[in-house]
C-alpha cells in the first residue's frame, strides 16, 4: 500500500584519516556528524514532469532509480524527492551519500516496503557511484553509522568508540570539493602515487592505534604528516593549506583537509572547548565559510 508521502532521514559524516588511502585498501578512520541532517519527503506526482537533465543526472534522480529499480516499479519518473539538508554540498562532508539514503529511505517508506541494512547500502552506493566515480563505501557507511568506524574497503567495518575529551573544529574553505576528479587524479599518478597512499595508510593504522593512548599532540602531529602526503598527492588546495596553516598558529594539536580535497573542509583537533571556539574564530576571520565544533 503507497502512502500519501515517503519521509526517509540521514546524517553527515567527516573522515579523520585515510581519505584517498581507503580507495586503495588501507583504512579509514571517520565519524557520523549528527548536527548535520538531510530529510526527504516523497510524492506522487500524477502527470508528465519535464525533468532538467542536471536532475535527470544526478545523485536523487539516481536514488529514486534504483530504489525503484529494487522494488520492481516503474514510477520512478512521477516521484518527486523534496530535500531539505543542512549538510553544506560538496564539502567533504557526505552529503551526496546523505542525500542518497535519505531518499531512499523514502522511497520505500512511501511504498511502505522494509528496507534491511544491506539493502540500503548496496543502492546508496550505486546512487554514489552517479557522484564519485568510483566510491570506497567510506561515505556511505559512516552515513548509515551512529559510530566512529573504522573502514577497510573489501573488508568491511568496525566501530571503535573515539573518546579523547577532545574538539574536532570542522571549517569550510567555500571553495566546491571534486572528489571524483580528485580520485582519478590520484590514480593518474601511478607508482609515485602508490608510495605516498601506502604512508598514508600507515599513518591511518598509527592513529587508530594511538586513539587508546589519548595523546592529542601525537594524534595532531600524524594528522599534519597527512595533509602534507594529500598536498604531495596534488589533492589539498591553497585556501585548505592556509586554514591548516592557520590552526596551527592558533593552537591546534594537529589539522589536515577532510575528504576528496580540491576545496571542501579542514578539520582542526584541540583540547577544550574554549580553544575549540578561538580557532572556529580565527579560521573564519581567516577565510572560512563556516565552522562546526565537534566532541571526540
Ligand atoms: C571521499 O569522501 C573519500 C575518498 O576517499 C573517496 C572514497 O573513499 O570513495 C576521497
Redesign the pocket.
Known amino acids: 500500500m503507497k502512502k500519501t508521502v515517503g519521509v526517509g532521514k540521514s546524517h553527515s559524516?567527516i573522515?579523520l584519516m585515510?581519505?584517498?588511502?581507503?580507495?586503495y585498501g588501507y583504512p579509514?578512520l571517520a565519524i557520523p556528524l549528527h548536527q548535520l541532517e538531510v530529510t526527504c519527503q516523497m510524492t506522487y506526482m500524477d502527470m508528465d514532469v519535464l525533468w532538467s537533465m542536471e536532475y535527470l543526472e544526478g545523485v536523487v534522480s539516481e536514488a529514486i532509480r534504483s530504489a525503484c529499480a529494487y522494488l520492481g516499479t516503474y514510477d520512478w519518473l512521477n516521484l518527486v524527492a523534496e530535500v531539505r539538508s543542512s549538510i553544506p554540498e560538496q564539502c567533504?562532508m557526505?552529503s551526496s551519500a546523505a542525500v542518497a539514503i535519505a531518499v531512499i529511505r523514502a522511497v520505500f517508506d512511501y511504498y511502505d516496503r522494509e528496507l534491511t541494512a544491506d539493502v540500503l547500502e548496496d543502492l546508496v552506493n550505486q546512487a554514489?557511484k552517479v557522484a564519485?566515480g568510483?566510491?570506497?563505501?567510506?561515505?556511505a557507511k559512516t552515513c548509515l553509522s551512529d559510530e566512529p568506524i573504522v573502514f577497510r574497503?573489501e573488508v568491511g567495518f568496525e566501530t571503535l568508540p573515539v573518546e579523547l575529551g577532545a574538539y574536532l573544529v570542522i571549517a569550510d574553505t567555500g571553495l566546491k570539493g571534486q572528489?571524483s576528479q580528485?580520485?582519478a587524479q590520484?590514480a593518474s599518478l601511478g607508482q609515485e602515487g602508490q608510495v605516498l597512499l601506502s604512508q598514508l595508510g600507515d599513518l591511518s593504522e598509527a592513529f587508530i592505534a594511538g586513539l587508546a593512548q589519548v595523546d592529542l599532540s601525537a594524534l595532531g602531529g600524524l594528522m599534519i604528516q597527512a595533509h602534507a602526503l594529500l598536498r604531495q598527492l596534488g589533492?589539498s588546495c591553497l585556501e585548505a593549506d592556509h586554514l591548516v596553516a592557520v590552526a596551527q598558529e592558533a593552537g591546534a594539536c594537529g589539522a589536515k583537509m577532510?575528504?576528496?580535497?580540491l576545496g571542501g573542509c579542514v578539520i582542526a583537533l584541540t583540547d577544550t572547548e574554549v580553544a575549540a571556539q578561538a580557532i572556529s574564530q580565527k579560521l573564519r576571520e581567516e577565510g572560512a565559510v563556516n565552522t562546526w565544533i565537534e566532541r571526540l
Open positions: 559524516k573522515i585515510g581519505e584517498h588511502a581507503v580507495v579509514a567533504g557526505g554514489e564519485h568510483n566510491p570506497s563505501g567510506l561515505d574497503k572528489t580528485a580520485v590520484v589533492v577532510s575528504g576528496g580535497g
